[in-house]
C-alpha cells in the first residue's frame, strides 16, 4: 500500500470557512479597531460582521472638525482613538453645510450644531442621521450673538431617537424636545458660563458667570422645574496654583462636571508657561460645602461632555484617574482654530499631560477638537 494514501496530508486550516456563528461570538468582544481590521481579512468576515454587535464603546474618541474651505477635508471630520495612536479614521462626507457650522455640544455620537444660516441642528457623523430643529425666530428676532451655551441628549438605544436641546439663548433657558415644534421659553438667567446635562437624574447644571453658585434645573417630566441650586465653591486662584508669576501672564477657568455617583464637581484649570495645573472639589449636600478631590480612583473626568466615567483594568486606551481635556469655555465659544497645546489627557497622579501625536497636529488642519464617547454599533 502506497504510504500516502495511508498517512494524507494534514489539512490547513481555512480562516475564511469559520462558522458565522463563532465569528460573531468573537467580533462581539472585539473594539472598534480590532473590529475594523477584521473587516478586511476575508470576505466572509466582512459578512458576519454585518449581523454583528459589538460590544459598547468604553473608550473616548476625539473629533477632529474641518476648517471652512479646506479643500482636501472632503467636508469630513477626522478620528483619533487613543488605542489606535498609529491612525487616523474619517467620517464619511457630511456635506458642505457641516464645514460651515459650529459644534456647541455633543451626547454620545451625536452633534448639535449652529449653521451658517443660523439654523440648529443634530447630527450623527458616524451614521450620517439628521434632526433639523425648530426654527427660533419666535423667541428673538435678532439674534444678539451666536448660541455657544447648550446641552444635548439623544435616545440612542430607542429607534426613534428621542431628544432634548436645553439651550441659553441670550439671557433665557429655552428647550426643545422630538416633536415640540418649537421652542419653549422657561427661565430667566443672569449670564451663563456653562451648561451640562446629567443623563442619569435628567437634570441640567447651569454655573452662571458672575457667580458660582449652580443652579439645577430637572428634566424628567414633562414640565420642567427648578430642583434648587448649589451654593458658591468659591474657589480663589490662590487655592490652586503651586507657585506662580504673577508678572507673567496666565490663563485661568472654572468648570463643571458631574462624577459617575452624582456628586457635582468643580474643575479649576490653569496654564502659565506651559504648565497646566488642575484641582478637582466636589460638592457635599448635606453640609453645604465643598470637599478637595485629590483622587478620581478608577474614574476618568470627560471635560466636555461632564462627566466621569468608569474605567475598566482590562480597557486600553483609556486612562484613570485622569482628566480629558480639549482647552477652556472660552477656546470653544471663539470661532478661531483650537490650539493643539490645548488638547490632551491631564494625569492628576503625576501631574502630567499626554498631548496629540506631533504627526496628528502637523497632518491634520482642524477648526475645533472635542473628546466624546461614540456609539459603535452603528
Not at 414640565?223 to 508678572?247: H, K, M, S, T
Not at 502659565?272 to 495645573?277: C, F, L, P
Not at 490650539?339 to 477648526?367: A, K, M, N
Request: a negative charge; aromatic letters at 12%; hydrophobic letters at 40%.
Amino acid at each position: 500500500m502506497d504510504q500516502s494514501e495511508s498517512n494524507p496530508p494534514p489539512v490547513t486550516p481555512m480562516w475564511s470557512e469559520l462558522y458565522p456563528d463563532l465569528l460573531r461570538s468573537v467580533f462581539q468582544r472585539l473594539s472598534f479597531t480590532n473590529l475594523n481590521r477584521a473587516k478586511s481579512v476575508c470576505r466572509s468576515w466582512n459578512s458576519a460582521l454585518r449581523s454583528c454587535v459589538p460590544k459598547q464603546n468604553q473608550i473616548p474618541w476625539l473629533i477632529l472638525f474641518p476648517r471652512e474651505n479646506q479643500t482636501d477635508s472632503n467636508n469630513s471630520c477626522v478620528l483619533f482613538i487613543p488605542e489606535d495612536k498609529d491612525n487616523l479614521y474619517k467620517t464619511r462626507d457630511l456635506g458642505a453645510e457641516f464645514t460651515r457650522s459650529c459644534c456647541i455640544a455633543s451626547y454620545g455620537s451625536w452633534l448639535l450644531m449652529f449653521g451658517h444660516f443660523q439654523n440648529l441642528y443634530i447630527i450623527n457623523p458616524l451614521t450620517l442621521e439628521r434632526f433639523d430643529l425648530p426654527q427660533y425666530s419666535s423667541l428673538s428676532k435678532v439674534l444678539i450673538r451666536p448660541p455657544r451655551l447648550a446641552c444635548l441628549w439623544v435616545d440612542s438605544n430607542n429607534i426613534t431617537k428621542n431628544y432634548l436641546v436645553v439651550w441659553i439663548l441670550d439671557d433665557h433657558m429655552v428647550y426643545t424636545r422630538k416633536g415640540d415644534g418649537g421652542w419653549r421659553r422657561i427661565a430667566r438667567l443672569c449670564p451663563a458660563a456653562q451648561i451640562i446635562y446629567n443623563s442619569k437624574d435628567h437634570k441640567v447644571y447651569i454655573a452662571p458667570d458672575i457667580s458660582w453658585r449652580v443652579f439645577v434645573w430637572d428634566f424628567s417630566e414633562d414640565i420642567p422645574r427648578q430642583n434648587g441650586y448649589i451654593l458658591p465653591f468659591d474657589v480663589e486662584r490662590d487655592a490652586l496654583v503651586d507657585a506662580i508669576d504673577w508678572n507673567m501672564g496666565f490663563k485661568f477657568d472654572i468648570m463643571i462636571a458631574t462624577s459617575v455617583s452624582g456628586q457635582v464637581l468643580l474643575v479649576a484649570c490653569m496654564v502659565q508657561d506651559s504648565r497646566w495645573q488642575f484641582r478637582i472639589y466636589a460638592y457635599d449636600p448635606l453640609t453645604n460645602t465643598r470637599e478637595r478631590v485629590n483622587d478620581l480612583g478608577d474614574e476618568a473626568l470627560i471635560l466636555d461632555m461632564g462627566f466621569t466615567v468608569v474605567v475598566a483594568k482590562d480597557i486600553p486606551g483609556i486612562k484613570r484617574n485622569s482628566i480629558y481635556f480639549s482647552g477652556f469655555n472660552i477656546d470653544h465659544q471663539r470661532l478661531q482654530s483650537k490650539d493643539p497645546e490645548h488638547i490632551f489627557v491631564y494625569d492628576l497622579g503625576t501631574q502630567t499631560t499626554e498631548r496629540l501625536p506631533q504627526w496628528v497636529v502637523s497632518s491634520v488642519g482642524f477648526s475645533d477638537a472635542r473628546w466624546f464617547f461614540s456609539d459603535t454599533n452603528h
